[in-house]
Structure formats: structure tokens, C-alpha cells
Nanobody
Framework: VQLQASGGGLVEAGGSLRLSCAAS????????MGWFRQAPGKERDFVAY????????YYAGSVKGRFTISRDKAKNTVYLQMNSLKPEDTAVYFC????????????????WGQGTQVTVSS
């Protein structure tokens, strides 16, 4: 079972990126999924959550209104559209699947991707 995150890169402040998280080895079409991020020397923080059918989403306050999580169940892929990026959004972004408890806890997800670096220059 593998979650492959991609789409990171270097972008100027105010720019946009779209991250993808493709699953292989197992379907996650009936599982909730999330995005987290980790800056150097900091904890892995919650960014966004989407439930199994894509109807319910939650966001961290710092990204609400700028980021959008979505999923394509046919492609077994979850996306994170990031607009109006700020230097403080710089981090390694991780996708995760199948939360067992609290949707915004990095301790409650069963599966994790390897992360993709997002760097926002000022």
C-alpha cells in the first residue's frame, strides 16, 4: 500500500500549486483522507480533511479560504489546491488516509505518503 504525494515545488508568494496524492495497492475510495504539513523543527500539523464521499471537508484556520481539498475516487487520488501562497506555507506536505479517530490528529491516520516539499519565496 502506497500513497504517493507530488506537485510540490518553489513558488513566489501569491502563487498557486496543486498537490496530488495517488494511492496504489489498495483503494481508499471509502476512506477519509487528509493533508498535513511539517516545517523544519516543528510538529506535523493538520491542513485539510475530506470524507469518503467528498461532501465534508475541514481546514486549518491558517489555510481556510486559500486551500481546497478534493478527491477523484475513480483515480484513487486526492488533491490539494493551494492559492495565495505565503512564505509561512513553506513545509513538507504529507497526505494521509483512513483516520481512526480525530480527523486533525497526526496520530490517528493509518497510512501516510512520503511527503512533497513546498517552498514559498517572499
Amino acid at each position: 500500500v502506497q500513497l504517493q504525494a507530488s506537485g510540490g515545488g518553489l513558488v513566489e508568494a501569491g502563487g498557486s500549486l496543486r498537490l496530488s496524492c495517488a494511492a496504489s495497492g489498495r483503494t481508499f475510495s471509502n476512506d477519509a483522507m487528509g493533508w498535513f504539513r511539517q516545517a523544519p523543527g516543528k510538529e506535523r500539523d493538520f491542513v485539510a480533511y475530506i470524507n469518503w464521499n467528498g461532501i465534508t471537508t475541514y481546514y486549518a484556520g491558517s489555510v481556510k479560504g486559500r486551500f481546497t481539498i478534493s478527491r477523484d475516487k475513480a483515480k484513487n487520488t486526492v488533491y490539494l489546491q493551494m492559492n495565495s501562497l505565503k512564505p509561512e506555507d513553506t513545509a513538507v506536505y504529507f497526505c494521509a488516509a483512513r483516520p481512526r479517530g480525530t480527523y486533525n490528529s497526526n496520530r490517528d491516520y493509518d497510512y501516510w505518503g512520503q511527503g512533497t516539499q513546498v517552498t514559498v519565496s517572499s
